[in-house]
């Protein structure tokens, strides 16, 4: 009788589960419409409608709570509707699209001042709940306004706090100390002495350090989109020493510089994008001259240091005319080619490009530190896959990208990679502290081709209990970062950074003509 008593129960309580539960579950999903930005400006700026719109949508996007409706069916609507969008136009475009909240907004440029004026608006109750205003001197604030906006919807309307980062207060008697040659963020900014600067005629796509030919002293190796260049510390400069030119329409996007095989020679590994593939290859010392010791690879490589294996030779595929394939592999040598050996554990949106793993915020554990290919946000997760932290600013900032063609030209879709990023314990404390550039646009990062980058600086980040958070900086590069290394690169028995820097006030990458390799050295 109380078997029968209980199944009955349990009957009542799945079938309440089913028919409720649902229902008051999409009750909660809220929708928003992001309706195009009007911009006020003599030149085109298009993409910037386009990047508004993509950026507020991807900040208020939220699983099973909020819901963004699609662009191309609100620009149907849109459509539909004469005249200049104004407040009643958009309360009868949300009505239309029976959506929660509509967001408004315009973009003004005039000479070299720029203001963004936004608003949310309720469709229900037709009024104003949050505006926006910022005027400033050129493009650079439109993100953090955009951003800062999408954060007040977040908190006071969807009750979403995205908790802002906490700086910890540096003890006064460390504040001079530090790497030579760095700017510890606390200081005065005063000028820092770089301990070398050379320019090249070419545009640098990326580089690296090693002992190439087996002599016992390191070289310098980059690349530009089609040549490989190897340059010796001679005399206190850099003299080139070979240049090994590509073939079939080379397209050379990252480079790595290590002795995986132990024979003392480093191996050179070069990821090379077909037009709808890969074709990497890797270059070692032989016999006097560099030779292709593995060719035609459908890998993108790239040496990384993974916590009790050391340094690693890791691949990942591309999708035909696509983008990543979804896994990263360890790679096993295998004769002249590579295969595919055990598969990483990393978090969803990692890529081989993206990611550095290291003991960052805990002596005792392993956490994973990911750029986030979209917004370019630094997403800090733990030994278990979940996200203990996340930067309010971008970081990195590089054009070099693959395409995914679609229909038409319009319809292509860029992918672009992500700057370097790699741990080094530099003040020798048991925590790794995080290298990445940060490179300034005047458009932020909502150009989605041919991305625009006026200058950049070096940060080391370093965990101060509560935030990851920029310890020490270069001075500011009149260029783009491309490349950086943390090694001994002029054999002077003290490690070095190397950067190269693409020149230009508008450069971009790849296509410049010009760079410059800086070194910073370190006590």
């Given at each position: 009788?109380?078997k029968?008593?209980?199944?009955?129960?349990?009957?009542?309580?799945?079938?309440?589960?089913?028919?409720?539960v649902p229902?008051?579950?999409?009750e909660?999903?809220?929708?928003?419409?992001?309706?195009?930005?009007?911009?006020?400006?003599?030149?085109?700026l298009?993409?910037?409608?386009?990047?508004?719109?993509?950026?507020?949508?991807?900040?208020?996007?939220?699983?099973?709570?909020?819901?963004?409706?699609?662009?191309g069916?609100?620009?149907?609507?849109?459509?539909?509707?004469?005249?200049?969008?104004?407040?009643?136009?958009?309360?009868?475009?949300?009505?239309?699209?029976?959506?929660?909240?509509?967001?408004?907004?315009?973009?003004t440029?005039?000479?070299?001042?720029?203001?963004?004026?936004?608003?949310?608006?309720?469709?229900?109750?037709?009024?104003?709940l949050?505006?926006?205003?910022?005027?400033?001197?050129?493009?650079?604030?439109?993100?953090?306004?955009?951003?800062?906006?999408?954060?007040?919807?977040?908190?006071?309307?969807?009750?979403?706090?995205?908790?802002?980062?906490?700086?910890?207060?540096?003890?006064?008697?460390?504040e001079k100390?530090?790497?030579?040659?760095?700017?510890?963020?606390?200081?005065?900014?005063?000028?820092?002495?770089?301990?070398?600067?050379q320019?090249?005629?070419?545009?640098?796509?990326?580089?690296?350090?090693?002992?190439?030919?087996?002599?016992?002293?390191?070289?310098?190796?980059?690349?530009?989109?089609?040549t490989?260049?190897?340059?010796?510390?001679?005399?206190?400069?850099?003299?080139e020493?070979r240049?090994?030119?590509?073939?079939?329409?080379?397209?050379?996007?990252?480079?790595?510089?290590?002795?995986?095989?132990?024979?003392?020679?480093?191996?050179?590994?070069?990821?090379?994008?077909?037009?709808s593939?890969?074709?990497?290859?890797v270059l070692?010392?032989?016999?006097?001259?560099?030779?292709?010791?593995?060719?035609?690879?459908?890998?993108?490589?790239?040496?990384?240091?993974?916590?009790?294996?050391?340094?690693?030779?890791?691949?990942?595929?591309?999708?035909?005319?696509?983008?990543?394939?979804r896994?990263?592999?360890i790679?096993?040598?295998?004769?002249?080619?590579?295969?595919?050996?055990?598969?990483?554990?990393?978090p969803?949106?990692?890529?081989?490009?993206?990611?550095?793993q290291?003991?960052?915020?805990?002596?005792?554990?392993?956490?994973?530190?990911?750029?986030?290919?979209?917004?370019?946000?630094?997403?800090?997760?733990?030994?278990?896959?979940?996200?203990?932290?996340?930067?309010?600013?971008?970081?990195?900032?590089?054009?070099?990208?693959?395409v995914?063609?679609?229909?038409?030209e319009?319809?292509?879709?860029?992918?672009?990679?992500?700057?370097?990023?790699?741990?080094s314990?530099?003040?020798?404390?048991?925590?790794?502290?995080?290298?990445?550039?940060?490179?300034?646009?005047?458009?932020?990062?909502?150009?989605?081709k041919?991305r625009?980058?006026?200058?950049?600086?070096?940060?080391?980040?370093?965990?101060?209990?509560?935030?990851?958070a920029?310890?020490?900086?270069?001075?500011?590069?009149?260029?783009?970062i491309?490349?950086?290394?943390?090694?001994?690169?002029?054999?002077?028995?003290?490690?070095?950074?190397?950067?190269?820097?693409?020149?230009?006030?508008k450069?971009?990458?790849?296509r410049?003509?010009r760079?410059?390799?800086?070194?910073?050295?370190l006590?």
């Open positions: 009788m109380r029968a008593v209980f199944k009955i129960s349990l009957m009542i309580l799945l079938l309440t589960l089913t028919v409720f229902a008051s579950y999409a909660k999903i809220k929708t928003i419409i992001v309706l195009p930005f009007k911009i006020n400006a003599a030149q085109d298009t993409f910037l409608k386009e990047g508004i719109m993509d950026m507020l949508s991807s900040r208020l996007s939220w699983k099973d709570r909020v819901m963004v409706i699609e662009k069916l609100v620009k149907e609507k849109v459509a539909e509707f004469k005249g200049s969008l104004n407040k009643e136009i958009a309360i009868n475009i949300g009505k239309a699209l029976k959506a929660d909240y509509v967001i408004l907004g315009s973009l440029v005039f000479g070299d001042s720029v203001s963004i004026d936004a608003k949310i608006l309720d469709v229900n109750k037709e009024k104003e949050i505006t926006a205003f910022n005027q400033s001197k050129g493009m650079d604030e439109v993100i953090p306004t955009v951003n800062k906006f999408a954060q007040d919807i977040n908190a006071k309307i969807m009750g979403r706090y995205v908790r802002t980062p906490v700086y910890a207060k540096v003890p006064e008697e460390e100390v530090g790497p030579k040659g760095l700017i510890r963020v606390k200081e005065s900014l005063q000028e820092k002495e770089i301990g070398h600067a320019a090249f005629r070419t545009g640098i796509v990326g580089l690296d350090v090693g002992d190439v030919d087996g002599d016992g002293k390191n070289e310098l190796v980059f690349i530009d989109s089609n490989v260049y190897i340059h010796k510390w001679t005399e206190n400069k850099f003299a020493f240049s090994i030119k590509g073939r079939w329409s080379p397209n050379y996007v990252y480079l790595s510089v290590a002795d995986l095989d132990g024979n003392g020679r480093a191996e050179i590994y070069v990821s090379n994008l077909s037009e593939g890969l074709s990497s290859f070692e010392w032989q016999s006097g001259d560099f030779a292709t010791i593995a060719k035609g690879q459908r890998w993108f490589f790239r040496v990384v240091d993974i916590p009790g294996k050391g340094k690693t030779l890791i691949g990942q595929s591309r999708i035909t005319g696509g983008g990543f394939t896994y990263i592999y790679l096993k040598r295998e004769g002249d080619s590579f295969a595919k050996g055990e598969r990483l554990r990393l969803a949106m990692a890529n081989i490009f993206n990611f550095t290291g003991n960052i915020a805990d002596k005792d554990e392993v956490q994973t530190l990911i750029l986030s290919p979209e917004t370019e946000i630094l997403f800090l997760f733990n030994k278990d896959g979940k996200k203990i932290w996340r930067s309010d600013d971008s970081f990195g900032g590089i054009d070099t990208h693959m995914a063609p679609g229909s038409s319009a319809d292509e879709r860029w992918i672009h990679f992500s700057s370097p990023i790699f741990l314990d530099i003040d020798n404390d048991g925590l790794s502290e995080v290298v990445i550039c940060k490179n300034k646009s005047s458009v932020g990062r909502l150009l989605e041919n625009m980058f006026s200058s950049g600086k070096l940060h080391i980040l370093s965990w101060d209990k509560v935030d990851l920029t310890k020490w900086e270069t001075k500011k590069m009149s260029g783009a491309t490349g950086y290394s943390l090694k001994d690169v002029d054999n002077d028995g003290r490690l070095e950074f190397v950067m190269s820097v693409v020149l230009g006030s450069s971009i990458l790849g410049s003509g760079s410059q390799v800086v070194i910073y050295d006590d």
